[in-house]
């Protein structure tokens, strides 16, 4: 039964999925039909269905719900769609609480700060965030056309030295990796005056210091943590290998500089529904500074390892990607992702166990541990990862008997964030893989699972020339994921 307007409870938390994706409720009203229609189904969904329930007059349908949770890539449970009973007259709770807490800031109405032109300058920041999440990839691939066209990579989004990107797929064991004690600062940090013009006003008299205030206050995602992390310091690249050499960093250190210089190309690049503008320098002025975009000296530059993961058996191939939900990562949500992925950094503070954690395999290991199995993420203050406790042991051992493969495909700039990506592929023998990951999860902390199929829904998405060619069509490819579909549908014959 439709809620009276008077004691419907207005559903915060789907308006703002869609205010992300800079969607209007008929463009979202059509998409899930076009869902349905995929799984053959009727969803008859028009603009004033989604119109309900968004104002909490009615609650969608079982199919609604799934529809909706599939285009968002959320689960069911976080669209906000759970049947509130009416408080009593007297005792409802303040809707401006619950627009607080979805927002993660305090009510501008309460607060000492709470001047308009604060809460304008806030939620102009935060309109732009989110359409930079929505329209990522789109983004990335236009900020791309702002470099030379021998350092692009494809169409991915992704830029690369040539030398960065190999000719063929190599062993993980030939990257080697150093650790600098003295590794010089870079030269911008993000709190410079260059990038006033994306940090929003704090109070009436100033602006946040640093990108990364901002988005703590009024957008702060699950997980949000300033990580003890490292950084690249310098890349030596050969045909065969690489040597890496890293100094310590902190985690918000990237996010000031990073996010900072995204936010930048989508607040000069976006127009009207998420439409992106051709390319130009104008009102890029951080991004200018920085220059040279390879010049690890400019900006601190946090590594992230992005895994494509294959199944291989006798006669296919499939791989397991990742949705990434905007809600609960600070960088790249809502983007379809490679899984595992996670920035290179220590399992803990405590200086004992650096020498342990600074490998390339553990840290990847530890990702398949927290994202394929739901396992706790050690969270830097605690003891560090026990390698010889599963499932690393497993992983390890299978690794060492050949049951799993790594191999890296070259070292990625975002052309977007100026974010750094080692590009790497895992190829596991069916049987091993099945033994691992008995209990793949569906949802982890940082997203859901894609799985497709209507009749039998799997993780397991086919390796195949027409599954690759559709996958990289879709505008919500991440672009770093967009470059490993690539390179490893081009050298399938090594990998497989």
């Given amino acids: 039964m439709p809620a009276r ?32 229609r995929k799984r053959g189904e009727v969803a008859a969904v028009t603009g004033n269905h989604v119109s309900r329930w968004e104002r909490g007059i009615v609650h969608p ?7 909706l949770a599939e285009h968002f890539g959320v689960t069911v449970g ?9 408080a009593p007259v007297g005792h409802r709770g303040n809707l401006a609480d619950s627009v607080a807490n979805v927002l993660r800031i305090e009510d501008p109405a309460t607060t000492p700060d709470g001047e308009p ?96 205030q901002a988005i703590r206050d009024v957008a702060q995602p699950k997980l949000f943590e300033n990580r003890l992390s490292w950084r690249l310091a310098q890349a030596d690249f050969t045909d ?23 936010h930048e190309f989508a607040q000069a690049h976006l127009v009207n529904d998420g439409e992106v503008s051709a390319p130009t320098w104008r009102g890029l002025r951080f991004r ?3 220059d040279d975009p390879f010049d690890l000296s400019r900006r601190p530059l946090l590594m992230s390892i992005n895994t494509l993961t294959i199944r291989r058996d006798k006669n296919s191939a499939s791989v397991v990607l990742h949705n990434r939900n905007a809600a609960n990562v600070a960088t790249s949500g809502g983007v379809i992702g490679v899984m595992p992925a996670g920035v290179f950094q220590p399992s803990s503070v405590r200086s004992g166990d650096h020498s342990g954690d600074f490998d390339l395999w553990r840290n990847i290991m530890r990702e398949y541990s927290e994202e394929f199995l739901g396992n706790p993420e050690h969270d830097g203050d605690g003891a560090g990862a026990d390698y010889d406790a599963e499932p690393l042991r497993s992983l390890d051992l299978a690794r060492r008997s050949g049951g799993v493969r790594i191999y890296c495909f070259g070292l990625g700039i975002g052309a977007l964030d100026l974010w750094g990506g080692l ?8 049987e091993v893989f099945d033994e691992l990951f008995a209990n793949l999860v569906r949802v982890n902390d940082e997203g859901t699972i894609l799985r497709v199929g209507t009749i039998q829904p799997t993780a397991h998405i ?35």
């Fill in 5 to 36: 307007s008077h004691d419907a409870v207005p559903n915060i938390a789907l308006y703002n999925l869609r205010d992300a994706r800079a969607e209007t409720q008929e463009q979202l009203a059509e998409a899930l039909n076009a869902l349905a």
């Fill in 61 to 67: 349908s079982r199919l609604h719900c799934q529809l």
């Fill in 78 to 86: 976080e669209l906000g769609l759970t049947r509130q009973k009416v």
């Fill in 117 to 212: 032109p604060v809460i304008e300058s806030q939620q102009q920041w935060l309109h732009v965030r989110r359409s930079m999440h929505a329209n990522h990839t789109r983004l990335a691939q236009n900020a791309a056309r702002l470099y030379p066209e021998e350092v692009r990579v494809g169409a991915s989004g992704i830029l690369a030295r040539p030398e960065w990107t190999f000719a063929s797929p190599v062993d993980l064991e030939n990257i080697q990796i150093s650790f600098d004690p003295d590794a010089k600062a870079p030269a911008f940090d993000g709190t410079e005056d260059l990038t006033s013009h994306v940090r929003p006003l704090q109070t009436i008299e100033r602006r946040y210091q640093r990108y990364s």
């Fill in 240 to 262: 065969s290998g690489a040597r890496l050499s890293f100094g310590n960093m902190n985690y918000f250190d990237a996010m000031d500089t990073c996010e900072a210089v995204a």
């Fill in 288 to 290: 200018k500074a920085i």
């Fill in 423 to 430: 590009e790497t592929v895992a190829v596991f023998d069916a």
């Fill in 462 to 496: 086919p390796f195949t020339s027409e599954v690759v060619k559709e996958l990289l069509a879709t505008e919500r490819l991440a672009p770093e994921t967009a470059m490993s579909l690539q390179s490893a549908w081009r050298h399938r014959d090594q990998l497989l």
